[in-house]
């Protein structure tokens, strides 16, 4: 009869967004150059051997590459290494500073107990001179 059955696959990526290969059938047929009905941009699809990331242009996959699950790990522990060595960083320069402040807090308290005695008042200086004569001027 003359009906003829046309080869398409329809897989969704990572987030969701829908693909329509209309001249293949299989995942594992999608490469470069294939015909590819969905918006420019970059796509993930999950893959029984890992991840696979497409760049589709124009309705044709500009590139096709295959991310095992092994580097994908291994990438993901070094980039949670990465962080965890930064925000360790942070911590201990958030401890010093602290500490640099209080320091200061301190030394600051102590020059203001230290200017408060070295200062004399009038009356202090006057009981000092008791025995000084004073003289004022009259008229």
């Given at each position: 009869?003359?009906?003829?059955?046309?080869?398409?696959?329809?897989?969704?990526?990572?987030?969701?967004?829908?693909?329509?290969?209309?001249?293949?059938?299989?995942?594992?047929?999608?490469?470069?150059?294939?015909?590819?009905?969905?918006?420019?941009?970059?796509?993930?699809?999950?893959?029984?051997?890992?991840?696979?990331t497409l760049v589709v242009m124009g309705g044709v996959v500009m590139s096709a590459?295959?991310?095992?699950?092994?580097?994908?790990?291994?990438?993901?522990?070094?980039?949670?290494?990465?962080?965890?060595?930064?925000?360790?960083?942070?911590?201990?320069?958030?401890?010093?500073?602290?500490?640099?402040?209080?320091?200061?807090?301190?030394?600051?308290?102590?020059?203001?107990?230290?200017?408060?005695?070295?200062?004399?008042?009038?009356?202090?200086?006057?009981?000092?001179?008791?025995?000084?004569?004073?003289?004022?001027?009259?008229?």
């Amino acid at each position: 009869m003359g009906v003829e059955a046309k080869a398409e696959l329809v897989i969704d990526d990572s987030n969701g967004v829908t693909l329509t290969f209309p001249d293949i059938s299989d995942i594992a047929e999608i490469a470069e150059g294939v015909a590819v009905d969905a918006p420019d941009g970059t796509y993930v699809i999950a893959h029984n051997d890992g991840a696979m990331t497409l760049v589709v242009m124009g309705g044709v996959v500009m590139s096709a590459t295959m991310e095992a699950p092994a580097e994908a790990e291994a990438a993901a522990t070094e980039l949670e290494a990465d962080t965890q060595a930064a925000l360790t960083a942070i911590v201990e320069e958030v401890v010093a500073l602290k500490g640099n402040y209080a320091s200061v807090v301190a030394e600051m308290a102590d020059l203001k107990k230290s200017l408060k005695h070295d200062v004399e008042t009038p009356a202090a200086a006057a009981s000092a001179n008791k025995n000084v004569p004073q003289f004022k001027m009259i008229g």
